[in-house]
């Protein structure tokens, strides 16, 4: 059994920075990578950015420059630096994990996932 939570979301002020943290805990071996993706009603998910285990790193268009993922291979834990936020990032975050299980199977989990709202 794996379990994804997420946590740090909240309410903020435009222009504000917010950290949100995914953990990864249960039966698992390895992780090949971790991301967060957005959504809002209405609109497809969107991926926001994602980080392989070796730290190579992908960004959405909309948060380059802004948004900052890392991780912690050890702790199985990756974070998302979020600044200059703007109401248009208001969504609810969340976290996929691409792992390999301790029986042996590669499998992608996700979180319940963590409001981010930007507003004055």
């Known amino acids: 059994q794996v379990q994804v939570a997420e946590s740090g979301g909240g309410l903020v002020q435009p222009g504000g920075s917010l950290n949100l943290s995914c953990v990864a805990s249960?039966?698992?071996?390895?992780?090949?990578?971790m991301a967060w993706h957005r959504q809002t009603p209405g609109k497809e998910r969107e991926l926001v950015a994602s980080?392989?285990?070796?730290?190579?790193?992908v960004y959405g268009d909309s948060v380059k420059g802004r948004f900052t993922i890392s991780r912690d291979i050890d702790k199985m834990t990756a974070y998302l630096q979020m600044n200059s936020l703007e109401p248009e990032d208001t969504a609810v975050y969340s976290c996929?994990?691409?792992?390999?299980?301790?029986?042996?199977?590669?499998?992608?989990?996700w979180g319940q996932g963590t409001q981010v709202t930007v507003s004055s």
């Open positions: 249960g039966s698992i071996s390895s992780i090949n990578a």
């Open positions: 980080i392989t285990r070796y730290g190579s790193s």
């Open positions: 996929n994990v691409d792992l390999w299980t301790k029986i042996g199977t590669r499998s992608n989990y």
